[in-house]
């Protein structure tokens, strides 16, 4: 498939999709399948009997209490913890994989992140008490930081404009994959008495070993290339993921952003001028938005309150799979839109679908679940098919933007420090929520599906007063076609910047 997509300076250059550059896309995605498992993977092991007695004997007693708390029962900051260090891990982990993707290039720290990811399987599937339970989570969120560093960048940095979106959205459609995956495991080797939880943390080397052997298939970008003074590779590799000879007219946008690039030494300075500060603020926002929309706390610990709403055992984890399902199939709607609607209908339309679903979900849990008991059956359904509609407008919005939109609005100077802020702020927030959210379940009751809907209503207005389009806009013209010309951002850009905007 040929295409042809416009240079800022409106001359054309021309692109084919291969087979070869769709495998690299396929294959850096795996990036996603990692971080998707180890999301999916961590509520069904916490609530696996076997898992409890070894680590969490009080845990087990108490969820074993004929009159237990429905929104108490597993509420233990140690349990919290084995979810949410993989995530405080991470958060220190993206900086030094931002300065690798720097250094080293995308490639070499994408593998990086599936040997890291590799060894904290092996050190969780066989972890004989908490001590090296919590270090092979912990290798795990250094793996995650380096992952999801690396792999968005390199999708949008691989990618043809016109294709950026979808292309940037594989890591999200392999995250989703990654969670129905484990909790189809989960489900699986829930039976498997004592070891099942060992199988579950193990397998997740399997898409850290796949990423591993992309990583040796997949080509390095041409604007990391070209940004570390490699000329002459960088065009091969432009020629090799476009399909075409004549690259000129990209070589020449990406020589001249690599240019600009090299003339800052200190890109977490930059970072931090006022002209920097549009795209920080989006990048960070849109990450701390994604986690505050409650998605984790649903995906986290699905099985969990699936049980607390009065599905007993595997009927919880298989409620489970079902939202995963959901959760894939409602990612690829994204990959179909994005480039065609844009970055903004699709949030704007999510943020009334999750608003409903989970006001919806916080009353029917305020006026029928109390502490003790359950919910009767056909409440029970209405509470997985809110789950699901919910899991459905996050897969197609916050889900994908969250990771696209900071990827391909920083300049190239400030691309790796700037998105590594992003991603911290991800995994920062993905910390507090997943160590605080059994404890707010337990305390704040139902009323936590409102604490969400709130934020929710919050991000509505961020996307309509403060969110620019970036559909169809070469990464390395964001500055002049995007902040510049955007009512609030270009305030930031300088007074000569305005002047101009002006007289155009």
């Known amino acids: 498939m040929t295409s042809v997509e416009p240079s800022s300076s409106g001359q054309p250059f021309g692109s084919k999709v291969t087979v070869y550059v769709v495998a690299c896309w396929i294959f850096a995605a795996f990036g996603g399948l990692m971080f998707g498992y180890d999301i999916g993977i961590s509520g069904g092991v916490t609530s696996m009997d076997d898992f409890l007695k070894k680590f969490f004997p009080a845990i087990y007693e108490r969820k074993l209490h004929a009159k237990e708390n429905n929104y108490c029962k597993y509420d233990d900051q140690m ?14 982990a993206s900086f030094g994989a931002s300065k690798a993707c720097n250094v080293l290039g995308r490639k070499p720290t994408i593998s990086l992140a599936s040997v890291l990811f590799t060894l904290g399987a092996v050190v969780s599937g066989t972890a004989p008490n908490k001590v090296l339970l919590i270090i092979g989570r912990i290798l795990f969120g250094i793996g995650v930081g380096f992952g999801n560093e690396s792999v968005p960048l390199f999708l949008s940095e691989v990618a043809p404009m016109q294709h950026r979106g979808a292309v940037n959205i594989l890591f999200q459609l392999f995250v989703t994959i990654g969670i129905l995956i484990a909790n189809l495991v989960n489900y699986a080797v829930s039976s498997i008495h004592p070891n099942g939880w060992r199988i579950a943390l193990g397998l997740a080397g399997v898409p850290a070993i796949f990423l591993f052997m992309g990583s040796l298939i997949i080509t390095e970008t041409p604007s990391s290339l070209i940004e570390r003074g490699k000329e002459i590779e960088g065009k091969e590799a432009l020629k090799k993921i476009r399909g075409v000879d004549d690259v000129e007219s990209e070589l020449e ?16 300075k930059k970072l931090f001028k006022r002209a920097s500060m549009p795209p920080l603020i989006i990048g960070i926002s849109i990450q701390v938005f994604q986690q505050f929309t409650g998605i984790n706390a649903i995906m986290f610990y699905a099985p969990v ?3 607390t709403v009065g599905f007993k055992g595997n009927g919880s984890l298989l409620s489970a799979v079902i939202t995963g399902v959901v959760n894939v199939l409602s990612t690829l709607v994204s990959i179909v839109a994005v480039d065609r609607v844009g970055r903004r209908k699709l949030l704007l339309q999510a943020c009334v679908q999750m608003f409903i679903s989970m006001v919806a979900i916080g009353s029917i849990l305020l006026i029928h679940l109390k502490p003790t008991g359950s919910l009767d059956k056909g409440l029970a359904a209405v509470v997985v098919v809110l789950v699901c509609m919910f899991v459905m407008s996050f897969a197609w919005s916050w889900g994908p933007m969250g990771w696209l939109i900071p990827s391909e609005t920083f300049p190239l100077e ?3 420090a700037g998105f590594a802020f992003a991603v911290s702020a991800n995994m920062f927030f993905t910390f507090v929520i997943a160590q605080a959210f059994l404890s707010m379940l337990c305390n704040m009751r139902a009323y936590i599906f409102f604490f969400f809907a709130l934020w ?5 207005l961020f996307v309509v007063f403060l969110l ?3 559909k169809g806009v070469p990464i390395d013209s964001m500055t002049e076609r995007v902040w510049k010309k955007h009512p609030v951002w270009r305030k930031f850009m300088g007074k000569e910047v305005v002047k101009n905007y002006e007289m155009t």
């Open 79 to 92: 349990l919290q913890l084995f979810t949410s260090s993989l995530y405080l891990a991470a958060l220190v």
């Open 253 to 268: 946008q990406i020589k001249l952003a690599c240019e600009i690039s090299r003339q800052v030494k200190h890109p977490y």
């Open 305 to 307: 309150l699936f049980q």
């Open 414 to 416: 400030t691309r790796t």
């Open 456 to 460: 929710i209503l919050i991000m509505g």
């Open 468 to 470: 620019p389009e970036t």
